[in-house]
T-cell receptor, first 114, second 113 residues
Framework: QQQVKQSPQSLIVQKGGIPIINCAYE??????FPWYQQFPGKGPALLIA?????SEKKEGRFTISFNKSAKQFSLHIMDSQPGDSATYFC?????????????FGEGTQLTVNP | NAGVTQTPKFRVLKTGQSMTLLCAQD?????MYWYRQDPGMGLRLIHY???????AKGEVPDGYNVSRLKKQNFLLGLESAAPSQTSVYFC????????????FGPGTRLTVT
């Protein structure tokens, strides 16, 4: 049972564009929502994370928007660069019995063309 | 500080063979995890450990066993490999920083023929 659904599966933008990746979750016990960035041949690396008590978090060119009532969150990459080309995963965790476990979305392969 | 390391990086097995993947972390993290990554399916949790001597099942535990005899090491075993276990395996460790931020290793690419 996939508890975190991610879209789109792939995304191609031009340099300077603003790619947006969306995730939706089902479990209302989730209280931590990280995004991971993965380059080919490497392990995922934490990019940015948000808790549901705020609606937006920004770190550099990366912004998470969070809509608790809709159970959705999204990643925006401002002024995207070719070096941002990677696979992005959203994830969620929380709840008394699974606080340390992450449930991942399916991943989005982002390509930023020069 | 090497972070999370995994051994080996690549491996090819024949159906029915066994092998052990080793994960080591030097960050003194309590929690460790094993995931498998398959195209279009994200990362799925196989087994995890909340401390030395403890293990628990994740989302897809069948066909795998784990052990955490030392805090810094987490071993993943395949007793009788099957082609369905062809995947990229990632180990991760975490510590509480207001949330359980997970740090991943570089992965092991396993092919079962």
């Amino acid at each position: 049972q996939q508890q975190v659904k991610q879209s789109p599966q792939s995304l191609i933008v031009q340099k300077g564009g603003i790619p947006i990746i969306n995730c939706a979750y089902e479990n209302t016990a989730f209280d931590y929502f990280p995004w991971y960035q993965q380059f080919p041949g490497k392990g995922p690396a934490l990019l940015i994370a948000i808790r549901p008590d705020v609606s937006e978090k920004k770190e550099g060119r990366f912004t998470i928007s969070f809509n608790k009532s809709a159970k959705q969150f999204s990643l925006h990459i401002m002024d995207s660069q070719p070096g941002d080309s990677a696979t992005y995963f959203c994830a969620a965790s929380g709840g008394e019995t699974s606080g340390s476990r992450l449930t991942f979305g399916e991943g989005t392969q982002l390509t930023v063309n020069p | 500080n090497a972070g999370v390391t995994q051994t080996p990086k690549f491996r090819v097995l024949k159906t029915g063979q066994s092998m052990t993947l080793l994960c080591a972390q030097d960050m003194n993290h309590e929690y460790m995890y094993w995931y498998r990554q398959d195209p279009g399916m994200g990362l799925r949790l196989i087994h995890y450990s909340v401390g030395e001597g403890t293990t628990a099942k994740g989302e897809v535990p069948d066909g795998y066993n784990v052990s955490r005899l030392k805090k810094q090491n987490f071993l993943l075993g395949l007793e009788s490999a099957a082609p369905s276990q062809t995947s990229v395996y990632f180990c991760a460790s975490s510590i509480w920083t207001g949330a359980y931020e997970q740090y991943f290793g570089p992965g092991t690419r396993l092919t079962v023929t």
